[in-house]
T-cell receptor
Framework: DAGVIQSPRHEVTEMGQEVTLRCKPISGHNSLFWYRQTMMRGLELLIYFNNNVPIDDSGMPEDRFSAKMPNASFSTLKIQPSEPRDSAVYFC????????????FGSGTRLTVV | SQQGEEDPQALSIQEGENATMNCSYKTSINNLQWYRQNSGRGLVHLILIRSNEREKHSGRLRVTLDTSKKSSSLLITASRAADTASYFCATDDSGYALNFGKGTSLLVTP
């Protein structure tokens, strides 16, 4: 298995532009998580899906952020419009809930909004 | 929200020495996990310890959990330069999503 695949690895965009981050979880994993990592705030949970259904989006900072999981093998996190304070590393992680194992993280997308 | 808090924030040791990192948390948990993050990479799961376990081993890693003190420790024995990374504890208190601490930055010098 190639693990959790995120794209792009790096994204530089201008303030006000729409940004879409993509994630392919591990096949067979039924839970997917989006986290954001910054030096100041550490790792923050943004949203959690179970069986493609959003369960908890209380961590999504504001309405500019949205996430979808149209099928078991793909999820997107969209920021529209983007702002400089959105600059961070965004991680996707997947898990087979009930297996008692840890998360498998992707390599992350480093987003810079200028 | 963050629950786990690692101590120390940074640790520098020489190869061959043991490294101990601590984690404290606030509320009851189902399990506690430790992750490693190399610079510029994603987090890698190291070990999971359930709330009814007190100690667990995996290779050179030893994890303890004291639920009465709401604390855990990660011991890396005979450290190597390749162990240089940030180490995070994460608590599962909801049954699904993990809450991560801010991590301990470990530097192992040859």
């Amino acid at each position: 298995d190639a693990g959790v695949i995120q794209s792009p690895r790096h994204e530089v965009t201008e303030m006000g532009q729409e940004v879409t981050l993509r994630c392919k979880p591990i096949s067979g994993h039924n839970s997917l998580f989006w986290y954001r990592q910054t030096m100041m705030r550490g790792l923050e949970l943004l949203i959690y899906f179970n069986n493609n259904v959003p369960i908890d989006d209380s961590g999504m900072p504001e309405d500019r952020f949205s996430a979808k999981m149209p099928n078991a093998s793909f999820s997107t996190l969209k920021i529209q419009p983007s702002e400089p304070r959105d600059s961070a590393v965004y991680f996707c992680a997947s898990l087979s809930l009930g297996q008692g194992e840890g998360y498998t993280f992707g390599s992350g997308t480093r987003l810079t909004v200028v | 929200s963050q629950q786990g808090e690692e101590d120390p924030q940074a640790l520098s040791i020489q190869e061959g020495e043991n490294a101990t990192m601590n984690c404290s948390y606030k509320t009851s948990i189902n399990n506690l996990q430790w992750y490693r993050q190399n610079s510029g990479r994603g987090l890698v799961h190291l070990i999971l310890i359930r709330s009814n376990e007190r100690e667990k081993h995996s290779g050179r890693l030893r994890v303890t959990l004291d639920t009465s003190k709401k604390s855990s420790s990660l011991l890396i024995t005979a450290s190597r330069a390749a162990d240089t990374a940030s180490y995070f504890c994460a608590t599962d208190d909801s049954g699904y999503a993990l809450n991560f601490g801010k991590g301990t930055s470990l530097l192992v010098t040859p």
